[in-house]
């Protein structure tokens, strides 16, 4: 299954942190479509102090999740 989560690189493109998936497949909706069990990223967004992600659910409708870039950045671990 696809899942999604975040990066942290510096200027010259060397990985410097990552966070745990934050999204993955785990409910009923996530199974339907052509691919099953799949959740793919379209488009992030920051919309003031909020990271807005669009995509595919299960290649079966489109999701939006919001979660608070503060947040995220606390829970990123250095590589």
């Known amino acids: 299954s696809y899942r999604s989560g975040f990066a942290i690189v510096n200027g ?12 993955f497949p785990s ?11 799949v959740i793919f990223g379209d488009g992030l967004l920051l919309v003031e102090d909020e990271i807005v992600w ?10 939006i999740f919001i979660a608070n870039l503060k947040d995220i950045l606390q829970n ?4």
Do not use: C, F, W
Not at 12 to 23: F, H, N, P
Not at 76 to 79: A, K, L, P, Y
């Open 76 to 79: 990123m671990r250095n590589v």
């Open 54 to 63: 669009i995509g595919g659910v299960g290649d079966y409708s489109i999701g």
């Open 12 to 23: 010259k493109g060397e990985l410097i942190a990552v966070s745990d998936y934050t999204l």
């Open 27 to 37: 409910n009923l909706n996530e199974e339907y479509g052509d691919r099953a069990l």
